[in-house]
C-alpha cells in the first residue's frame, strides 16, 4: 500500500495558475503509474490527467488539455500537476491516485486505481 499526500490546493482567480504536488510513501514509486482526479460538488468523480510509470506516457481529459500538465519526479517520490489558465469550472477536490498494479500502464479509469489521497480543494473565482 502507498500512502499519498496532496498539497498545493488553494483559492485563485480565474487565469491563475496554480501547482499541486502529490508525495508518495510506502511502495516503490518509481514504478507505479499515477493519475489526478477531481470531484465537485454534487458531481461525480471524474478523470483529469495521468502519467506512467516511466513518466513516457501522458494522458489528459479534454476539458483540461493544454491547460494542466502532469509530471513526476521519481528521485522525490511526487508527482505534480500543473495547472494554468484556470477557470471556475476547475472548481473542485483534487485527488491524486496511484495504480493498483506494478509496471500498469496509466489508465483514465479511476477504478484502476487502488491508493488515493485525501484530497485538495481547489477554488477559482470568476
Known amino acids: 500500500q502507498v500512502q499519498l499526500v496532496e498539497s498545493g490546493g488553494g483559492l485563485a482567480q480565474a487565469g491563475d495558475s496554480l501547482r499541486l504536488s502529490c508525495a508518495a510513501s510506502g511502495r516503490t514509486f518509481s514504478s507505479y503509474s499515477m493519475g489526478w482526479f477531481r470531484q465537485a460538488p454534487g458531481k461525480e468523480r471524474e478523470f483529469v490527467a495521468a502519467?506512467?510509470?516511466?513518466?513516457?506516457?501522458?494522458y489528459y481529459a479534454d476539458s483540461v488539455k493544454g491547460r494542466f500538465t502532469i509530471s513526476r519526479d521519481n528521485a522525490k517520490n511526487t508527482m505534480y500537476l500543473q495547472m494554468n489558465s484556470l477557470k471556475p469550472e476547475d472548481t473542485a477536490v483534487y485527488y491524486c491516485?496511484?495504480?493498483?498494479?506494478?509496471?500498469?500502464?496509466?489508465?483514465?479509469?479511476?477504478?484502476?486505481?487502488?491508493?488515493w489521497g485525501q484530497g485538495t480543494q481547489v477554488t477559482v473565482s470568476s
Open positions: 502519467i506512467s510509470w516511466s513518466g513516457r506516457a501522458t
Open positions: 491516485a496511484a495504480r493498483n498494479l506494478q509496471y500498469g500502464a496509466a489508465t483514465t479509469n479511476g477504478a484502476d486505481f487502488g491508493s
